[in-house]
């Protein structure tokens, strides 16, 4: 049966960010599609919500609060994963995300901080996860949550805009360098109705501009990136590496624009 493929029966999934929002969503998504998951966020008592709700569906949901910008926080997410659960096929590097703010404002700081967060920890994940993945299970599947941030021109977002192209840029390259036995793919995610989102969906102006720049017509759920993340880390997508999924609700330029101060001359 062609649904089969789309099963994760007896396979472990690492899912950053998983606290809430869109990283939550994917994490019940692959429970219920057979994973058990190492859920992997900052704060404990909302991955403790997410566990419960994990292993509800029948999967367990093991609890690691991390911090993805510290590598042996990193390091030792995998190794707890692989010794609860004796395996490792799929990672969700989930955890990112960047407040906008005009460019003239950005400091140096700012900038790498945004590069570390969405870039760096997905990069740092991937090459601790891969050998894991070959040596418990013969191979695996890596999904990066990016933005369509990283290809469309958006006032007040070059740090996120910037460090979410780079993650597209680095899931394309490493994808061959793994390839055939880890598959890397990336989703480039427009506006699901998170918290991140609220400011616009509970604002009654710019939910209309926002919902008039969405063909599909409404806010995507996050349940609408799980069902891809679920394609790319299945043997569906067996055949599927080194690409960037679009999945925004038929988006093709921002639906929100952050206005910023013009440039004026200091003298």
Do not use: H
Not at 39 to 53: F, H, I, K
Not at 169 to 177: D, F, Q
Not at 256 to 263: C, Q, T
């Amino acid at each position: 049966m062609i649904l089969d493929r789309f099963g994760l029966a007896g396979k472990v999934a690492i899912v950053t960010g998983a606290g809430q929002g869109i990283g939550r969503g994917i994490a019940i998504g692959l429970a219920e599609a057979g994973a058990d998951v190492a859920l992997a966020a900052r704060t404990e008592s909302d991955l403790d919500e997410v566990a419960g709700v994990v292993e509800a569906t029948g999967r367990r949901g093991l609890v690691v609060p991390t911090d993805v910008t510290d590598s042996e926080a990193l390091a030792g997410l995998v190794e707890r994963t692989v010794e609860t659960f004796g395996r490792l096929d799929v990672v969700v590097n989930n955890a990112g995300g960047t407040m906008p703010r005009p460019a003239l404002a950005t400091s140096e700081r700012f900038l790498e901080q945004a590069f570390r967060f969405n870039v760096t920890s997905a990069f740092n994940l991937t090459k601790l996860a891969a050998p894991r993945m070959v040596d418990t299970s013969g191979g695996g599947a890596v999904v990066n949550i990016s933005s369509r941030s990283a290809s469309m021109t958006q006032t007040s977002f070059v740090a996120y805009g910037a460090a979410k192209a780079a993650l597209d840029r680095l899931t394309r390259n490493i994808a061959p360098e793994l390839a055939p036995r880890v598959r890397v793919n990336a989703i480039d995610v427009g506006g699901v109705a998170t918290r991140s989102l609220d400011i616009v969906l509970t604002d009654d102006e710019l939910r209309r501009q926002f919902l008039a720049g969405t063909p599909m017509g409404r806010p995507g759920e996050p349940e609408d990136i799980a069902c891809a993340v679920l394609y790319l880390a299945s043997d569906a997508s067996s055949w599927v590496t080194g690409k960037v999924f679009e999945i925004d609700g038929g988006a093709e330029s921002p639906s929100i624009l952050v206005p910023v101060p013009p440039l004026e001359p200091t003298t």
